[in-house]
Each structure stands twice: as C-alpha cells, then as structure tokens.
C-alpha cells in the first residue's frame, strides 16, 4: 500500500456527528493517507473538533473559508490534495474499517479508474440501520461507460443512489484535471459523476455497504422551494444533454425527468406556490413532454426469428431494424448454433431501448422429430409455441427489415383464427387456394399450445416432406388450410412479387412498411439484383447510437437514409458490357451516383465497376417490374451510350417522367428527346452532368 490516499471531508456545523467521522477515517486499515478538512462556516463547534484532530495526527490537513457551498469546498479539497487516488467522505457520515483497504484492491485488480461501494443507512432517532447489505451477497461488477448508463436506473440494493452520489468512491485523482464540482448546483453528485464515468475507461462496483449514511435529525430536511427546485429541474436538463451527446438512448432519463416534474408540481403545490414563476415553468416543461409518447413500459410483445449462425448479420439487421421503430421488445431467437456470448453481448445493447432477446435452443431431439430434404432452419418456427409465453408472437423471417410501426398487429384481431399473414401471389394450393407467405405471420400461440400445432405441422412434414414444392411453406398452408387471417401486403412486401399483388405505396410512407427480400435475390450480395437495397444496407450499418436516434419512433423516410439529399444518378441500362467511356465518365464524375443495370447476369468486366465508390451493378433483373420503376424514380438521368438493342420501356419511362436522357449519336436507336454528343466529345458530356448535378443541389 505505497500509493497515498487523499480523503476529503467538507465540514459545516457537524459537531455532534464529526468525530465519529474522524476516528472512522483515522482507523482505516489502509493508512497512507492525507485528510483534507475544508471548514466552510460552520457557526457551531466543529472548528475546534477540527483543530484538535489536525494537532493529533500530522496526516490531517485543515483549512477553514467562508461558506461558499459544498461545492466550493470539494474544489479546495481537490486543489490540495496530493494522492494517487480521491475519496470524499461526507462529515456527518462514517466509514467501515476496511472501506478504503477494499475500494483499493478492487480498483487496482480490475484496473479501473473509479471504484464504488454500496453504503448502509442509519437512522439516528430510531438508533436503527435500516438498508443493510448482508455479507452473502457480496459481488463484484465492472462497467465500461456505455454499461454504466443502464446501471444508474438499477434500483436492486439502491445501486442507482449508489452510483450517483459523490461518496462512497475511490477515484484516480487525474480525472480531475478536466471535471470539476457544479457550483451552487442541486444535484450536483449526479452531474459530476455521470462526466466522470463517461471519461473513465472502467468502473468497478463493490456490492457492499462501506459507507454508512447517517439520518440525523438535526440534519436540514430538503426544501422544495423555487429557486432549490428549478435549479434541480436544471441539472437534470444538464444531465439529459450530455448523455444524448454521447449517442446514448434517453428513455429512461425521460422516465426519471418525467417523474421529477411530477413530484415538483406536487411539492409545489402543498406549499401554496402555484402562482409563482417556478410553478409555471415547471408545469409548462411537462406539459410540453407529456406531449410525446411514454415509450419506456415493463410489459413487452414477442418477436420471432429463427435461424442459425451463417444468418447472424441478417438477424441483427432485422432487429436493429424492428428497435428503430419501436421499445419493449422481447425477442425470441429460435436457433441451435448462436453462443451465450453474443445473447450476452446483445442484451447489452437491448436492455437501453426497454428490449431483450431469449436464447431459444433446440438440439438434435428437436430435429430428429421429423423428415426434411430442405435446410431444418427454415422448419424452426414450428416451435415458436414452445419458447414463446406471451399469447401473441410476430414471427418474421431473417432476410426482411421493418420500417415502421408494427403495434397494430400485437392487438389485431384474429377472429379466432392461429395466424394471419400476407397472400403469397406467385403461387398457388391445390385447387388453385390462396397461399400465405410464411414468412411473416402474427400466431395466437395460445391456440397453437392448445391444438399443439407443433405435433401436426412435424407430422405433416414428415409425410410430405418430399412431395410438395414449397417446404415448409407448403406444409404451413396444408395445416392451416383456409384457417387464416389474410393481412395487407404492407405487412410483407416481397421484393420479388410486388408487381403481382397490385399494391401501391399507402400515402405518407416512402417504403412499404415490412420488406422482405426473397428468393435468391438477397441485399448484401455484391450485385443488386432486387429494389430497396439501400434500406437493408441503411439498418445494416447502423450503429446502436443511430438506432437511438428515432427517439420518436418515426417510420423510416427517405431523408434518414439520405440526410444530405439523394445523391445525384445516372442510369445505364443495358444488355451489353462493351460501353464507351462508361469508366471515363465514372472517373471524370465521382460525386455522381452511376446505377448500371441488366436484364441479363452481368460480365466479370461490368461485375468489376463495383469496385469503384459511385457503381452499383443490376444484375439479372429481367421481369423485376418494381425494380425498373425503383430505378426510374431514384436516377435524374439515363445515358443513352451502350451499343445493342435497347430497352424501350425504360426509355419512354424517362421521356414520360420528363427525365433528361444523354446518349452518343452514333448509339441512339430511338427517338426519345436525347441530347447527344460524338464518342470524342465525352468529356462535354460529363460536365454536363456536373453542372446538372450543381443544379440540383
């Protein structure tokens, strides 16, 4: 024990309490010490407690100040303390014998830069210690910051008071080079230890009571008057602020600042000041909240996915996806292969947003149950009714994202019907019935525990596994035949069939509100072979700081994908690879978004444009409808300047949409208003573009 400890106790009118506080101190079985005492007015007796105790022991350092506020005097305490490591003890409280031996330890083995102990309560008129933590529940808890947020709500054995107040810690003295005490600040232990935590790389936290608070009735009782009152109202606002400075989410903050405001108006209130200004404030901020909605709830709806760990981008894709839009999830991973460590790891981030994922396992028993030549995982939401203990669970696939709010449906109702989901419109049942996509559905898993659909759809498909052409899609529909809830198209747009459902985009939405992207034509393959790619690559990319963004749970628009406008496009749709000047121009304009796009699998030489920052390549996109119109809508202009036949449709779709067309003369095979130019004057063409683009800025 060679690195000394500064302990710093503020003292103001503590007589009766001071020298239990002392020889607390004095008795520490760590003893290299300094003990800073800061006498900031005390009218009382404790100066001269504190100058005997200063003649005692060489190690007590004493200083006496007009009363500038506790504040003041933890700034005196800190400008002269000479330690390795900080701890303040307030006066009128104690500490255990092994209180700064433990916090010392701890600290140096977990190599942290603060460590925290829990406290006990003692009640001096009752003579009675009434919050007390036993020896058997002793544990350890390190927090990196981002963990250290959550843990400021955690309310099991007051940790959250615990974290918070300024005692009851061991910190490293070079954290306040740069953080010093809010002057005159109510709230002040909370503001200086949130900065401080967020500065340091680990906290360490000790479930042990080492400090002991002291309820004396001598002691002032807290006065919600206006000024104490708005200044608290302030540091909270503070508080707010620095935490979504950070990227962290606010709902439990806004939780607590909704609360405080409640309990001011109420204090205020009993104390017959509602006609004053802080009244007035006071009410009008939470008037203003109460606005937007409570999105912090205990009770969570069920969320479904099933799939094994190749999917594991896919999975946190559509979660990250569904918690953009919404709070309170809990979802169930139905899988054989994912590890503890990542449930561990993303519950983490979940618990932030008042969500959670369930690690639903099945093993070889599971799966020996029924017959499959087809990938078991997609036969894994059979056991949804197993794991699921809610009534009603979303099951959605892991190759589709959410863009918006899906709470309707946890209320929908079925109609006595075990789903509802979104006709499949590519195929059709045995004599020409109308099948689901089950790729989406809303199951009441209360009705599928008391039918045991689980037995039925394993039997099915152990006899029908070979005979039918949609797997388990096929075998859902043989189950549930005409017993289903038909929903909208809205619920899972399959990128694929849009152009058969008749769909057409519901007014105020810029993306279909559930987009599923099926077949082989997925998102993160290097060639776009399908229309939204850009929005399963927004939510893939996201970090858990942006999902936080959507505070107000927004359904997706355009603008969050594109906050700085869409960048300007141009298209080149072709069935040959062969294109003059195409790379040239690519070079020439690389703030310039180029979309190359076939109805045919592209060469290995048109697959390489990728490589370049401004390229996405289409690929096979023949009969991809909603595609070409994707296409058309996203792109300010087509170049017209690839050899071969060309495709009509898309040219009359610019001409139509009055979308200027560029081409090479000696290309152009149709008359579509194209401004052309000769191969050689390629260069006039792209400035024409760039100033196309200034233009549109």
Same mark, same amino acid.
Request: net charge negative.
């Given at each position: 024990?060679?690195e000394?400890i500064s302990?710093?106790?503020?003292?103001?009118?503590?007589? %009766?309490?001071l020298?239990?506080?002392?020889?607390?101190?004095l008795s520490?079985?760590?003893?290299?010490?300094?003990i800073i005492?800061i006498?900031? +007015?005390?009218?009382?007796n404790?100066?001269?407690?504190?100058r005997?105790?200063?003649?005692r022991?060489?190690r007590? /350092?004493y200083?006496?100040?007009?009363?500038?506020?506790l504040? &003041?005097a933890r700034h005196?305490?800190?400008?002269?303390?000479?330690?390795t490591y900080?701890?303040?003890?307030d006066a009128?409280d104690?500490?255990?014998?092994?209180?700064?031996?433990?916090?010392y330890?701890?600290l140096q083995?977990?190599?942290?830069?603060?460590?925290?102990?829990?406290?006990?309560?003692?009640?001096?008129?009752e003579?009675?210690?009434?919050f007390?933590?036993k020896?058997?529940?002793?544990?350890e808890q390190?927090?990196?910051p981002?963990q250290?947020i959550?843990g400021?709500?955690?309310?099991?054995n007051?940790?959250?008071?615990a974290?918070i107040?300024?005692?009851g810690?061991?910190?490293?003295?070079s954290?306040f080079?740069d953080?010093l005490?809010?002057?005159?600040?109510a709230?002040?232990?909370g503001?200086f230890n949130l900065?401080?935590y967020?500065?340091s790389?680990?906290?360490?936290?000790l479930?042990?009571g080492?400090?002991?608070?002291?309820e004396?009735p001598?002691?002032?009782?807290?006065?919600?008057?206006q000024?104490w009152m708005?200044t608290l109202v302030y540091?909270?606002e503070e508080?707010l602020?620095i935490?979504?400075?950070?990227?962290f989410? /606010?709902e439990?903050?806004?939780?607590?600042?909704?609360?405080?405001?409640?309990?001011?108006?109420k204090?205020v209130?009993?104390q017959?000041?509602?006609?004053?200004d802080?009244?007035?404030?006071?009410q009008?901020?939470?008037?203003?909240?109460? /606005?937007?909605?409570?999105?912090?709830e205990?009770?969570?709806?069920?969320?479904v996915l099933?799939a094994?760990?190749?999917?594991?981008?896919q999975v946190?894709t559509?979660i990250?996806?569904?918690?953009f839009?919404?709070?309170n999830?809990?979802f169930?991973?139905i899988?054989?292969d994912?590890s503890?460590e #990542?449930?561990r790891?993303?519950n983490r981030?979940l618990?932030a947003?008042g969500s959670?994922v369930?690690?639903?396992r099945?093993d070889?028993?599971h799966?020996? $149950?029924?017959k499959?030549?087809?990938n078991?995982?997609?036969y894994?939401r059979?056991?949804?009714a197993?794991?699921?203990?809610?009534?009603r669970a979303?099951?959605?696939?892991s190759?589709m994202?959410?863009?918006?709010?899906l709470?309707?449906l946890?209320?929908l109702d079925l109609?006595g019907?075990p789903l509802?989901?979104?006709?499949?419109?590519?195929v059709?049942?045995?004599d020409?019935?109308a099948?689901f996509d089950?790729?989406?559905m809303?199951?009441?898993t209360a009705?599928?525990?008391?039918?045991?659909m689980?037995r039925?759809?394993i =039997?099915?498909?152990?006899?029908?596994?070979?005979?039918?052409?949609?797997?388990? $899609?096929?075998?859902l529909n043989m189950?549930?035949?005409?017993?289903?809830?038909?929903?909208?198209?809205?619920n899972?747009?399959?990128?694929t069939?849009?152009?058969?459902?008749g769909?057409h985009?519901p007014?105020?939405? &810029?993306y279909?509100?559930?987009?599923?992207?099926?077949?082989?034509?997925k998102?993160?393959?290097?060639l776009a072979?399908?229309?939204?790619?850009?929005?399963?690559?927004f939510?893939?990319?996201m =970090? #858990?700081?942006?999902?936080?963004?959507?505070?107000?749970?927004l359904p997706?628009?355009?603008?969050?994908?594109y906050p700085?406008g869409?960048?300007f496009?141009?298209l080149?749709?072709?069935n040959?690879s062969e294109?003059p000047?195409?790379? =040239?121009?690519?070079l020439?304009l690389?703030k310039?978004q180029?979309?190359i796009?076939?109805?045919?699998?592209?060469?290995?030489?048109?697959?390489?444009?990728?490589?370049?920052?401004n390229?996405?390549?289409?690929s096979?996109i023949?009969?991809?409808?909603g595609?070409?119109?994707?296409?058309?809508r996203?792109?300010d202009?087509l170049?017209?300047i690839?050899p071969g036949?060309?495709?009509v449709?898309?040219l =009359?779709?610019?001409?139509f949409? %009055?979308k200027?067309i560029l +081409?090479?003369?000696?290309l152009?095979?149709?008359k579509h208003n194209?401004?052309t130019?000769?191969?050689?004057?390629?260069?006039?063409?792209?400035?024409?573009?760039?100033q196309?683009r200034?233009k549109?800025?």
């Open positions: 024990m060679t000394k302990v710093i106790i503020p003292v103001y009118n503590v007589e %009766n309490q020298q239990t506080c002392l020889d607390s101190v520490q079985t760590y003893q290299n010490l300094e005492l006498n900031y +007015g005390s009218t009382d404790s100066d001269a407690i504190c005997s105790y200063a003649a022991d060489s007590i /350092l200083f006496k100040k007009d009363n500038g506020g504040s &003041d005196i305490g800190i400008r002269q303390a000479k330690g900080v701890t303040y003890v009128e104690w500490v255990e014998p092994t209180y700064l031996e433990e916090l330890k701890t083995a977990h190599k942290a830069d603060i460590a925290v102990a829990n406290y006990s309560v003692y009640k001096e008129s003579d009675l210690f009434y007390y933590i020896d058997e529940d002793y544990y390190v927090y990196s981002a250290i959550d400021l709500f955690e309310e099991t007051n940790i959250n008071i974290l107040s300024a005692t810690k061991l910190y490293k003295r954290l080079n953080l005490f809010p002057k005159e600040h709230g002040e232990d503001f900065k401080a967020l500065m790389e680990r906290t360490v936290y479930n042990k080492l400090y002991v608070y002291r004396s001598e002691m002032p009782s807290a006065t919600w008057m000024d708005m540091a909270m508080r602020a935490v979504a400075s950070h990227g989410p /606010l439990k903050y806004m939780v607590t600042y909704r609360q405080m405001l409640e309990a001011c108006l204090n209130e009993e017959g000041l509602r006609d004053s802080a009244y007035r404030s006071i009008e901020k939470f008037q203003v909240l109460s /606005l937007a909605p409570q999105r912090y205990t009770k969570k709806r069920a969320i099933a094994n760990y190749t999917y594991v981008d946190l559509t990250k996806s569904i918690v839009h919404h709070r999830i809990r169930y991973l899988n054989d994912f503890q #990542w449930f790891g993303l981030h618990a947003f959670e369930i690690n639903c099945v070889s028993s799966i020996k $149950q029924f499959t030549n087809s078991y995982a997609s894994l059979y056991f949804v197993d794991f699921v203990s809610e009534e979303l099951y959605l696939d190759d994202v959410v863009t918006g709010s709470e309707d946890f209320t109609q019907r509802a989901a979104v006709r499949d419109y590519a059709q049942g045995q020409r019935q099948m089950a790729g989406f809303v199951i009441d009705y599928w525990k008391q039918y045991n689980r039925h759809l =039997d099915m498909t152990s006899e029908w596994h070979d005979k039918v052409p949609f797997a388990e $899609q096929s075998i189950v549930f035949c005409n017993n289903w809830l038909t929903l909208s198209f809205d899972n747009y399959a990128v069939k849009s152009s058969l459902s769909y985009l007014n105020g939405q &810029d279909p509100k559930v987009l599923h992207y099926t077949s082989h034509r998102p993160w393959l290097p072979c399908q229309a939204y790619r850009e929005v399963w690559w939510y893939a990319q =970090d #858990w700081s942006g999902v936080a963004e959507n505070a107000a749970l997706l628009s355009e603008d969050m994908i700085k869409r960048p496009t141009c080149v749709y072709t040959i294109i000047h195409l790379t =040239d121009l690519i020439a690389p310039v180029f979309k796009a076939s109805r045919q699998h592209v060469t290995d030489k048109l697959a390489q444009l990728i490589t370049y920052p390229v996405t390549v289409y096979a023949a009969g991809l409808n595609l070409d119109l994707e296409l058309v996203t792109s202009l170049l017209d690839n036949r060309k495709v449709e898309i =009359d779709a610019f001409r949409e %009055n200027p +081409g090479f003369e000696d152009k095979s149709t194209q401004q130019y000769s191969r050689d004057r390629w260069k006039e063409m792209a400035e024409t573009i760039r196309m200034k549109s800025l």
